[in-house]
């Protein structure tokens, strides 16, 4: 029940600003020693039944089965047995190996490669659509290979591009006789980036077109008026007001660039069943072949401890992504 | 103000196709044009793809591998068949769907209101919870695997579609929290305060104020997670056991595997993608608007 | 501060309920395994359930066989057997519950998959009354034949089996006898007979040899195999097993590496191969593309849908090398019965019964697939091959039995797969293999 506060507070209505994002909490009480209006003190007290699901759930389910992953990386384990403890062992013998190292470059790969394309992409489509005739269509079109199973593409990707497949039967009648060894086990690591750049754009493509429609259009007119070009009309108003939305969409494209592991997993071997070539390992991938290859004895210590590596090696690559991306909100 | 900020691209676009200012239109250039037909051609191709995977779903083994460019010669289900009763789809589909939309729905459920109360009250604590929130986006699942399942083993939920749905729900929580706080933060308070004046409860001003204007984010997170768990493939494999609570991805990889080792079926392959993709176009070209729409007002600020 | 507190104090509880919760979950997780004995299964079980997770899915040929052995099994014994026809995941499926008590009571696989998840790591009961079981007055271990028991691949640490095998596999180079009859009439038997075939082929204008570069598990097929004939079953293992790296040194193993080397480079192998995705070679080999290829006995079943009309599949086994009487690769599937199962005498009972004649009879002729009985027919296309095994003196596992854990997978397929597809040479193979094994056993001795 309210704390019975049915009439305005004065003090609290001369707070208000009406382009603030912010809650008002902390000017409340700076406001002599009052304990902040009524609906923020209710509002405090939902902390148990709004947040609290949430948080157990995310908790139990998540969290906690993390840190008995974290628990096992102390040992050597093959997955059901005796486990034996190794302390920290795991992780120095993670960081001596080549393969790790090579498998946490290329995700790095995805990130910063797939990544800038991506964003050059997204950045590109989203001028070209701004004024484009049909664009909700081509938006639409091109999200949409966001939504396939990546087992999807792994099962195509055979039929593409063997070397009597699709791509190559379309080269030939173009004089092309010695095409590329698409799926040589060297080549295959680029497909996939390609390919991930294919399906990718088009979701933060709509993302982008959005902050950017977001743009009242009378920005535009000054810089007509003050005749600046295409790209600096980029540099100087697009950019600047979707940089949040840049930012956000840069954050989430870090944290799942590590995850990546179902498409490289199809993608190489028999559509799941064997192991991909080693070229195209990312940290995902490292992690899955350790524990649950079928090829060999399970090594689930050494599993989890290269899971636990990639994750911290990526918080901190998203921090510093913070800092460097931190602005002051342009407000407009 | 704010409600300006909010309507103004709606507004811009009821403006017609033309919505750009005078300042622009007309402006033509080679590279624009370029990029233009560079689109037209990669919707092309796109949607291209799309009619050739349907339409070798129609056809038999030899013939998809004798002329991988040929159009079927007539309408037989056969393979649809097939890989409904061989290979479990249907079991499979309907296990899809009553994870699916249970879990999508309680996620949302669960995670609006904590995401409005993040985005509401600013303190250490809520700072804290967010950031305790987002880390678990890096985690991925082959982590959390082992010991997620000997955990639900121990409450009897393994090889049931309610453990599964549970595992689905907490390991969505990050990414809809996530997404709803940023969502929650750009509505306007104003209502919130004015409802406050007229003396309702914290809990009233959600339930009547904010959620009916957060429609369009909820179902924006709504359609993603249904995306996300339709697709979900390495939880489901572990934690299902037996074949008739296999869920569509699981089913899929079977069929996969056994094409491979019994005998290539290329066109039951094909049948079967169709149908793990199929439901997907449906539902995006049904509410896909309401999703590209919701994604963006949510990532706006 | 005071207010965060009193919020924080729900919160904590919270937490604590849920990690009260969870580290009851964990704790359970460490429970020594009961101690497996061997038990008396000749009893009656008519009453009791079996729990089994099958390798194969529904509509499988072999799944096929099993149904009317269980069909059969539950009308003579009166015990009901529950099976879920999981396919080939259910090895992965097993590990995670092999943590706690919810594991079938029976589970079949590949040796080389049930091995490492529950032979090696002593998860599994060990089935001395199997081999003593008699079926039609012979006992199970009379109807396996010596050799494929004796080198105890099935032997667990505490020198008992623990798995049984119902069904074998092995390779061979496959070829449409139809199109090349001189081949079935005459096979090559030694590496330069070999070597004048596919010479003679490739004069003839069509490609030697179809391989399937992607499948690392194909590509080192070659390498193993060579060196086996040079040096006999067991020898890689051992190589691999040496710690100091020496045995790279031996010059056989550096010619093993030069036959592989001479196919590559001597253009037997069909264009294409090491930039294609499997099954494409295959399908190009079923189809009269290329002339032969080295492949398990599985072969004429999975490529059937796919063969050219009148495709008539023969084979020969890989060609000696030296004077070493030859090895045949035999890999087993069988049973093996989760230590932790309830049910153990019924599902050993079950896993004994797979092996009567009638169904093995059933897998040799229906399921064309090769029974581990010596005395069961086998589908002609696969006749060559179970001869060859009948007349090897000893057998050898897929890649000689090594499972290291991460061995296979990163260190020796792919420098195998360079050697293969033709990016080292083979004395490059070779130093780099020596390298790789040093670092391997210091990492992981």
Known sequence: MSVGLKEPRAGKAALHNPDSRKPVTRKASAQGRQPGSSIDVQRKKLLVPFVGPAFVLYTVLFIVPALGAVWISLHKWAGSGPMKFVGLDNYGRIFRDPLFLSSFGNTLLLLFVVGAAIFILAFAMTLVLRDMAGKKVVRNVIFFPHLINALVFGVLAGFIFNPGGMVNSLLAPLGVTDPPKWLAQDNIFPLIMVTLVCTTTGYFTTILMAGVDRIPPYYYEDCALAGASAFQRLRYVILPLTWDVFGTCAVLWTISSVKIFEIVWVFGGSSGAGVPPTQSWTAAVYTYVNAFSGQSTPAYGAATASAVLSLALISVLVVLLRRAMRRDAVEF | MSEYKLLAPLTARRRGRRGVSPALRGERSVVRGIGVGLLWLVVAISIAALVWMVAQAFRDTRAILDDPWGVPASLDFGNFVRAWTVGDFAVATWNSLLTTVLSSVLTVAIAAPCAYYLSRVDNRLTRGLSLYFILGLGIPAQVILIPLFVMLNKVYLTDSIIGLNLVYIGVSMPFTVFLLTAFFRSLPLEMEEAAALDGTTAFGTFWRITLPLAKGGILTAFILQVISHWNETLLALTLLQSTEKYTLPVALISFVQQQTYSGADWGGLFAGLVMVVLPMLVIYVWLGRRLTEGLTLGMGK | ?445
């Open chain 3, 1 to 445: 501060m005071g207010k965060t507190a009193r919020h924080l104090r729900p919160l904590a509880a919270l937490l604590g309920a849920a990690l009260a919760l969870s580290t009851t979950a964990c704790g359970g997780a460490t429970d020594a395994s009961p101690a497996a004995e061997a038990v008396d299964i000749s009893g009656s079980i008519s009453g009791q359930t079996i729990n089994y997770w099958s390798m194969w899915k529904d509509g499988e040929p072999q799944q096929k066989v099993i149904a009317t052995a269980i069909a059969d099994f539950e009308k003579e014994t009166g015990a009901k057997v529950s099976v879920q026809w999981q396919g080939r995941s259910n090895t992965e499926k097993l590990v995670p519950a092999l943590n706690t008590n919810n594991v079938p009571d029976l589970v079949d696989g590949t040796l080389a998959k049930l091995a490492p998840v529950i032979g090696e790591t002593g998860q599994a009961s060990p089935l001395t009354s199997v081999y003593a079981y008699e079926l039609d007055g012979k006992t199970v271990s009379s109807v396996i034949p010596e050799k494929f028991t004796s080198n105890g691949v099935f032997k667990g640490e505490d020198g008992q089996p623990w798995m049984v095998p119902y069904s074998i596999s092995s390779d061979g180079i496959w070829f449409d006898a139809a199109k090349h009859p001189e081949l079935k009439a005459k096979p090559p038997a030694t590496w330069d007979e070999f070597i004048a075939v596919l010479d003679k082929l490739k004069a003839g204008g069509q490609a030697p040899i179809a391989a399937d570069g992607d499948i690392a598990g194909y590509n080192s097929t070659w390498f193993v195999t060579s060196l086996l004939r040079l040096k006999g079953a067991g020898s890689f293992k051992a190589l691999a097993e040496d710690k100091s790296g020496a045995g790279w040194d031996d010059p056989a193993v550096l010619e093993a590496a030069q036959k592989v080397e001479t196919l590559v480079k001597g253009g037997y192998l069909n264009s294409g191969y090491n930039a294609s995705k499997f099954p494409a070679q295959q399908q190009l080999w079923a189809n009269g593309d290329a002339a032969l290829i080295l492949n398990g006995s599985w072969t004429p079943t999975e490529t059937g849908s796919y063969a050219a009309p009148g495709f008539e599949y023969s084979s020969f086994q890989f060609p000696a090398i030296g004077d070493k009487p030859a090895s045949a690769r035999v890999d087993f599937i069988g049973f093996a019965v989760p230590a932790k199962s309830k049910n153990q005498v019924p599902a050993q009972r079950l896993a004994a019964y797979l092996l009567g004649a009638k169904y093995q009879d059933a897998l040799g002729t229906d399921a064309k697939v090769l029974p581990v009985r010596q005395d069961a027919p086998v589908d002609p296309a696969v006749a060559s091959v179970k001869a060859a095994i009948d007349a090897a003196p000893a057998t050898h596992l897929q890649n000689d039995g090594v499972t290291f854990p991460g061995y296979t997978e990163k260190v020796f397929f792919p420098r195998d797969d360079e050697l293969f597809l033709g990016k080292t040479t083979a004395s490059e193979f070779v130093a780099m293999m020596k390298e790789a094994q040093i670092q391997y056993w210091k990492d992981n001795g």
